[in-house]
């Protein structure tokens, strides 16, 4: 669980997740490590497809309460919680048929990144 304002709201086109950033409450930075300087310190969330019709989609400015499994991202090189089975505000967003096709595919092996 983490607690915090959140600075962007990104709807990823890759594999259709949610990235949220999250500028952590003073009492939660520990959740933080060096590689989350990569994104303005903040912690990222991350609402997958799959769940985006049970987990709120935030604005920017709201301040929440996220939970979820905290991870570190080795491809990345920072911390975050991923994917977030709760925001405590926010809209039901759900994906797209078209996103959700794509994470069937991504999942597969059949897709690749359409921005590359």
Do not use: C, K, Y
């Not at 500028?23 to 590689?35: F, I, N, P, T, V």
């Not at 491809?75 to 996103?99: D, T």
Request: proline share 6%; glycine share 8%; net charge negative.
């Amino acid at each position: 669980m983490a607690a915090g304002i959140v600075e962007r709201v990104t709807f990823e086109r890759f594999d259709g997740d949610v990235h949220l950033n999250l500028r952590l409450d003073e009492e939660d930075a520990s959740l933080l490590s060096g590689g989350n300087d990569r994104v303005d310190g903040d912690l990222v969330v991350e609402i997958i497809p799959q769940d985006r019709s049970l987990v709120a989609v935030p604005d920017v400015g709201a301040h929440v309460i996220v939970v979820g499994p905290w991870v570190n991202d080795t491809a990345h090189g920072w911390r975050e919680i991923h994917p977030a089975w709760f925001v405590s505000e926010g809209r039901i967003v759900p994906a797209s048929p078209e996103e959700l096709r794509r994470v069937r595919e991504l999942l597969a092996g059949a897709a690749s990144d359409p921005d590359a």
